[in-house]
């Protein structure tokens, strides 16, 4: 859920504006923000809002399942703003920036050669096991910001039940 103070945050970027303009005398006519930083912004807040509902969803799997083996852990990729990456048994899912406006969903086995396991030596390579999925971001008339995937709208929890099932499934030993 979206907090108060996050929905309002344009508030406290148009005081700032107001107060810069008061102390300097300099009037800024240019009250257009920037889309691509925009769409940046957006793109990078709602990589976060994956990943929290990735986290809570991982914890509530980890939590009921009895055995410690074959956990989902959620880790942040390092040098990025906002990426993560689900891994379990070997098998890792990447969610990251790939340009403004468009979040990119991979999801692959990692070789035997750096994981030890039981998969039979057909299913060790880094081959993809999902065509990529490209999340995309429309722009409305007032910068409202609209997530879909293949043209059709989508929701957080859709896209989290429809991944984590299809990680698990794929990646149970």
Not at 14 to 20: M, Y
Not at 107 to 117: E, G, K
Not at 125 to 153: C, R, T
């Amino acid at each position: 859920m979206e907090r108060i103070a996050d929905k309002m945050s344009w508030i406290k970027d148009l005081v700032k504006s107001e107060e810069q303009m008061e102390e300097t005398g300099v009037v800024d006519l240019s009250s257009q923000e920037d889309p691509e930083r925009f769409l940046v912004e957006e793109t990078v807040e709602y990589l976060q809002d994956l990943k929290n509902a990735f986290v809570d969803a991982s914890s509530t799997f980890n939590e009921m399942k009895v055995s410690p083996i074959g956990r989902i852990k959620i880790y942040g990729i390092a040098k990025t703003v906002a990426d993560f990456m689900l891994f379990r048994n070997g098998y890792r899912m990447i969610f990251s920036l790939r340009e403004a406006g468009k979040i990119s969903i991979k999801f692959n086995f990692i070789s035997a050669n750096y994981v030890p396991s039981a998969i039979p030596t057909s299913q060790t390579s880094n081959a993809p096991l999902m065509d990529e999925h490209i999340l995309e971001a429309k722009v409305g008339a007032f910068q409202e910001v609209e997530w879909s995937y293949k043209g059709g709208p989508i929701r957080i929890d859709n896209v989290v039940r429809h991944h984590i099932t299809l990680f698990v499934k794929s990646s149970n030993k």
